[in-house]
């Protein structure tokens, strides 16, 4: 049995990749190789909707750590939907709620997502 499954999926300019089960040190390559993809491909506006995510261990954070200075410097960002609150509680303990957008469900975050306007 696989402690994590990854599906990703294109909401316009938005990746939406949906992380289940378990990112440990066990299944954090997967999950950094299905990141760097969606980078590689030119993808930097991703949502990590994580309403199946059950845990997530310092790797797994290292691994979005690795990729947020990449994606915002082609003016994109890595945002947070759905954390249940043993999720939620170890991204906040760790100050990520304060370098990520955090949002209640996806479509609150795909709201924030989309592009503004400047003038």
């Known amino acids: 049995m696989a402690d994590l499954s990854i599906a990703v999926r ?3 300019d938005v990746a939406v990749l949906l992380p289940a089960g378990f990112i440990n040190a066990h299944t954090v390559r997967e999950f950094e190789e299905a990141l760097e993809g969606l980078v590689e491909g030119g993808r930097y506006t991703i949502l ?3 309403k199946d995510l ?3 261990s ?3 954070l290292g691994a979005i750590m690795g990729l947020i200075e990449t994606v ?8 947070l939907s759905n ?3 043993n999720v939620f509680a ?3 303990t760790l100050g990520f709620t304060q370098l990520y957008r955090v ?3 996806e479509d609150q975050a795909m709201a924030a997502a989309a592009p503004e306007r400047k003038g």
């Open 10 to 12: 294109q909401v316009g």
């Open 48 to 50: 990590l909707n994580c």
């Open 54 to 56: 059950t845990y997530i």
């Open 58 to 60: 310092s790797a797994g």
């Open 72 to 79: 915002r410097e082609h003016e994109g960002d890595i945002l």
């Open 83 to 85: 954390l249940q609150d």
């Open 90 to 92: 170890i991204f906040d």
């Open 103 to 105: 949002f209640a469900d």
